[in-house]
């Protein structure tokens, strides 16, 4: 893959199979961890990560969705990572991400890199 391919973008990493909103919370604590064992570290993050729910696979489960900005390679590292994390009862899952639905991720690369935000277009 080029670097011109492989440049920062949103990924999803969905972590399924909770069958209660209160567990798929519970798992943020060690994901934050993980991605960031100093929380009071100088920024900028490496990958910068939010957090979301949805759907299960099926009706009675929840998913926990990490968005992360960052490039495809070190998406799939991480979510390596939180697959030895989750247990195989967890299905982990990684894929490309809407910006516009993870805009805090990408403002946050952005601001913490001292790049100047992204302009919309709207009201131009």
């Known amino acids: 893959m080029s670097p011109a391919e492989d440049q920062p973008r949103v990924y999803e990493i969905r972590i399924a199979g909770h069958p209660s909103t209160e567990e798929a919370l519970a798992l943020q604590d060690p994901i934050k961890l993980l991605l960031c064992p100093d929380p009071d570290h100088a920024p900028p993050c490496e990958v910068p990560w939010s957090f979301t729910l949805a759907d299960g696979d099926d009706d009675a489960s929840t998913a926990l969705v990490m968005g992360v900005y960052t490039s495809s390679g070190r998406a799939t590292q991480v979510a390596d990572q939180v697959r030895t994390l989750a247990g195989e009862t967890r299905t982990v899952a990684v ?30």
């Open 95 to 124: 894929s490309e991400g809407e910006a516009g639905e993870w805009e805090e991720l990408v403002e946050q690369y952005r601001f913490e890199r001292g790049l100047p935000p992204i302009r919309s277009g709207r009201g131009q």
